[in-house]
């Protein structure tokens, strides 16, 4: 069997005994272990000129290939991979790899062979679909995420950067939701992100895996949705221009943080190309605008008036948006890697309805909407 890569102070484990058992001298070679993990330039990151191996999962979804454009307009090597077959619009050059990050075993075997120096972790069932199965969202999210951090430590992965949510908050907050608040989240997606991003912190203090990540807001994009509680904005674009008609599952005064999907990219890629040393955590919280449904339909229904969007709202789904902050406090995004969002509501609306126009006359496939309550 090869020899795995192991990352220096991959051993932090030797010196960590019980708390009853740690000494003076113990405690000290532990701090100094981490402070090196925190302090030293990561073994292989974005910020540099130098083109990397990335491996993209979960590339197949709504992010994926907005992604991978961006990663490999600035030079770099991606692989994407997924449970999915290589999907239709991606490019025909990009490597494709099948990849269930819920198999420990195939993850190992796939990182030992491409070996990438970076990985951006998408795979997730997201909020609604997790819902009507929490037993998978649980093997996917958790499971699979502490798989991927495996993967990395093992293979000498320099850097990850995964994707966590506004879901990881519960209710209750006080309003904009700063970063460092009590994470009481309600539903299996917001308690697997939780412990995704306390998991990737852990990495990073004991192994040194450059762990990063960005909470998203929904994100509105001209790709089908995936399942997602917030599905409903995106599918206001969709339906309006496919049917001239959309009934939103949620009330016209439901409010939840939104991105347009292209800051939503540049967020990921900014924060992984960011020198580690003026991140003050490994997690950060991003903002754009928090419209109310009624105003995203306003919004479209200015741009396109023979729009009629209608709000019939959906029990469960509803209780998960209610569970939700109505907006988001991203100061310390702003003040350590330079965060700023491009797009407003109203400008987002003028960017997407010809990627939208474009997306329907690509495919005639049919709008997956994933009720919760029904299997997917
Ligand atoms: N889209 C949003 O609005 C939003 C908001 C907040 C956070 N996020 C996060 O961003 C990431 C990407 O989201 P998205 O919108 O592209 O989601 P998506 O549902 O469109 O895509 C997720 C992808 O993961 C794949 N996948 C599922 N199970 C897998 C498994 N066992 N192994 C490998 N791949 C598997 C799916 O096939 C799918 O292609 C997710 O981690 C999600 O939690 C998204």
Redesign the pocket.
Known sequence: MKPRARPPGADVGDLSCGAGEASPRRLRALAAIRDDARGRAPRAALGGAQRMKILV????????LDLIRRLRERGHEVHG????ERPKAAPRDLPWHR????DAAMIDARFAELRPQAVFH?????SARGETRPQLAYA?NQT?TFNVLEACRNHGVGQLVF?????VFGPGLPSPVADAVPLLPTTMYGIT?VAGELLGDYYFRRYGVDFRAVR????ISATL????T?DYAPLMYIEGLRNGRYEAFCRPDTRIPMMYMPDGIRALVDLAAAPRERLSRSVYNIAAFSPTAQEIADSVTRALPEVSITFAPDPRRQAILDSWPDAIDDALARRDWGWAPEYDLDQMTTALIPEVRALLQATDTDVDETPAGAAS
Do not use: R
């Open positions: 999962t979960g590339a197949g979804g709504q992010v994926g991979s997924d449970l999915l990849l269930d990050v819920t998408l795979a997730a069932l997201l996917v699979g994707t966590s949510t506004i879901a992100k998203f807001p929904g994100l949705p995936g399942g997602g917030s």
